[in-house]
Structures are given as C-alpha cells and as structure tokens.
C-alpha cells in the first residue's frame, strides 16, 4: 500500500470537493433546491457565505472533509485487488460502488424520516453521483500500486 | 472478474431487510425520546405515529429497502476478497466501511446544513454503526466464497 499516494489522492478529493461543490450549489444554478418548502430545516443554504459561520463549524466542516477524504482514498488502496478494471475505469468502478453506501441510503433516509422537499432529495441524489464518479476518478488517475501500473504499462 | 453467488446475494439482501425493520425499526421505538429533542419540526415520521403513514410511503420504504438491501450484499460479494478478516471479521470491517462512507458524511452533512438537534445525531451516530456491524456480520455469515454455485 503506497501511504503517499493514499495522502495525495485524498487532499485531492478534498482540493476538488471544495472547488465543484460551490458549482452545484450556485444561487445561480442549482440554490433553488434550498427554497422549496420546508425551508426551516437548513442552518446553512448557499446564499449564506461560509464565514458568516461560526468558527468551531468551519473547523468541523474543513477537518472532516479532509479525514472523509483521506479515508475513501485509503479505502480504495485495501479493494484496490478487489475492484475491477485498470487506472481511471478503476477509479470510477469505485466511485459506482461507493454510491449506493455513500448517497443511497441517507438519501432514502431522509426521504423517509424527514421534512425535506422530494425535488431536493432527488437533485441531491444525482447532483452527489457526478461528485462521487469524479473523486473516484481523481483517485484511480492518483493511486496506482506498482505491479498494476507496470501491466498497464505494457498493455499500452 | 470474480464469479458471484446470486442466489446468497439475495438470501443475504432479503436477511438484513428483514433485520432492518427488527434492530433499526425496534430502536426508533425504544429510543424515541430521541425524535421529541427540539428542533421537531424535522421529521417526517416519529415512532408516535408508529405505522399510521401513507400507502405511498410504505411502498417506497418497503421497494427501496429491499432492493438497497441487495444491492449491498451484491457490493459484498464484489469486494469480499479486498476487505480485511476472515469470516465474521470480514463482515464487520465490511460493516465499519460503510458506517463510515455512508452514515458519517450523511451525518455531518445534517450537523453542518441542518437545524437538527445534537443529541439526535449522536444517537444516530451510535445506532447506525451498531446497525451496521450487524447488517456487515450477516452478510458475511451467509455469503461464503468458497460456496460458489
């Protein structure tokens, strides 16, 4: 297991999470989705800036994104034998695989148990399936175990 | 690619759909102080309304637990080689994996963007991996690779 590579990938993910994030929250865009009813629900909406936070939330929000990141990297590296494919297919095999546990089920959970607009839950749904085949991309490009890389090497 | 048992897969999806409805069902109930902690206006569903709830809605709850039940012992099998441990270790590590990619972030996401209260998340928090370990130990227990069709 390259430790390196594991620390690279994930402060990627982490870089790029907080880059394409903004994107699909745009008030332009998709900010919207905070304005269907109930509206009570959210502490934090887009059109609210990040400092406007208080401190102790922008340190969870930023330490936490980064250990998540770091984690899902270092997860890949355990399946990496174990999930199909080579290099940027690998990634995105990943990325399919994660869907389910990562967005699926809070997504179900909180159509389920709570007072959030449909709409919204199935934008976040599908807005969090582009971000997760993404990460699982940047992390096949990144991480790469030696013998693997050399077999692709020869295929080319 | 490896060769999948369908047939465990779906005896293992079916298994912890029905213990979904017994641990995480059961827990809400014996646990449900936890859904009168202010804000309420939350949630959708309390164990106080207990099974009064729209047709649609068992629907949707009944046809998205079970398929997401299968799709995880499928996910499972498709990893099984990759995941640390033997046996009912294997099950458990697979169980921690998906606490932490699957309930935490969803977890966090609620704490940071929503007004709900602490005391509910922390519950959560402990609920879902103790749900978890036992849906991975299932699993596990009933999907054996060396018991290929």
Redesign the interface.
């Known amino acids: 297991m390259n430790v390196k590579k594991i620390i690279i990938a994930g402060l990627a993910v982490n870089v790029i999470s907080f880059l394409i994030s903004p994107l699909f929250f745009s008030t332009s865009l998709f900010g919207w989705v905070f304005n269907l009813e109930?509206t009570?629900?959210?502490?934090?909406t887009p059109q609210m800036s990040l400092t406007s936070m208080p401190a102790g939330?922008l340190i969870?929000?930023f330490s936490?994104n980064t250990a998540?990141a770091v984690?899902?990297a270092f997860?890949y590296a355990?399946?990496?034998?174990?999930?199909?494919g080579t290099g940027i297919k690998k990634g995105l095999v990943f990325g399919l695989?994660?869907y389910?546990?990562?967005v699926?089920?809070?997504m179900?959970?909180?159509?389920?148990?709570?007072?959030v607009a449909g709409q919204a839950v199935l934008y976040f749904t599908l807005e969090q399936l582009i971000e997760i085949l993404v990460y699982g991309a940047v992390i096949g490009v990144i991480y790469k175990e030696k013998e693997f890389a050399a077999k692709e090497e020869n295929q080319l | 690619?490896k060769s999948i048992n369908i047939t465990k897969v779906l005896f293992a999806g079916i298994a912890i759909f029905f213990i979904s409805f017994l641990v995480g069902g059961g827990s809400y109930f014996i646990f449900s102080g936890v859904f009168d902690l202010e804000?309420r206006?939350?949630?959708?569903?309390t164990p106080a309304q207990g099974f009064d709830m729209p047709a649609e809605?068992w629907i949707?709850?009944l046809l998205?637990?079970i398929i997401?039940a299968v799709?995880?012992a499928f996910?499972y099998a498709?990893?099984?080689?990759?995941?640390?441990g033997k046996g009912i270790r294997k099950g458990l590590s697979f169980g921690i994996?998906?606490w932490?990619?699957?309930?935490?972030?969803?977890l966090?996401?609620m704490?940071?963007?929503?007004?709900?209260a602490t005391g509910a998340l922390i519950y959560f928090t402990l609920q879902s991996l103790f749900e978890w370990l036992i849906y991975g130990a299932v699993i596990s227990l009933i999907y054996k690779a060396e018991n290929k069709l």
């Open positions: 109930p009570n629900i959210w502490k934090w939330w969870f929000l936490v998540l984690f899902i997860l355990i399946l990496f034998k174990a999930i199909p695989l994660m389910p546990m990562s699926l089920i809070p179900f959970s909180w159509y389920v148990m709570m007072n | 690619m804000p206006a939350i949630w959708k569903w809605w949707i709850l998205l637990n997401l799709v995880f996910i498709l990893i099984e080689k990759g995941l640390p994996i998906v932490i990619v699957g309930p935490i972030p969803a966090v996401t704490y940071l963007m929503m007004n709900i």
